[in-house]
């Protein structure tokens, strides 16, 4: 198992990124106010039904891109990029609006931003892979 996974890092992670995505926006979309009441005021259900919507986006790309036989780097570069965005815009609600969440929200914020940058590592490093394979 471990050998297919090293073998199609990438196709791997942008499929386990997207299914992730999806399920994140149903939880979502099913739980807004649990979730809100968890995180914090500002933590809306129409703030966290904006949230899932760009999860459902978010996730068809990555499955779409996932599914293709060789990923296309340009879109895995995207994906990148979005991670990338998503980690300076949770570095800025720590430290520009945590007086608008609980300590579990910003515990959440914070958990969430560890996983997209290591899943962000994971796409560099597959994306790598694939380039060096087709030079060889």
Aim: no cysteine; aromatic share 10%; hydrophobic share 60%.
């Amino acid at each position: 198992m471990f050998a297919t996974l090293n073998r199609n890092l990438l196709k791997s992670v942008m499929l386990f990124d997207g299914v992730f995505s999806l399920a994140v926006a149903a939880g979502l979309f099913a739980f807004s106010g649990p979730v809100g009441a968890l995180v914090g005021p500002h933590a809306t259900p129409a703030v966290l039904h904006g949230f899932a919507a760009f999860f459902v986006v978010w996730g068809v790309f990555h499955v779409a891109v996932g599914r293709q036989a060789r990923p296309s780097p340009a879109a895995v570069r995207v994906a990148i990029a979005g991670d990338t965005a998503w980690l300076i815009g949770s570095l800025a609600v720590l430290v520009f609006a945590s007086g608008g969440l609980t300590f579990a929200g910003m515990g959440l914020i914070a958990l969430a931003a560890v996983a997209v940058a290591d899943i962000m590592l994971l796409k560099q490093i597959g994306l790598g892979r694939q380039q060096r394979a087709a030079l060889a």
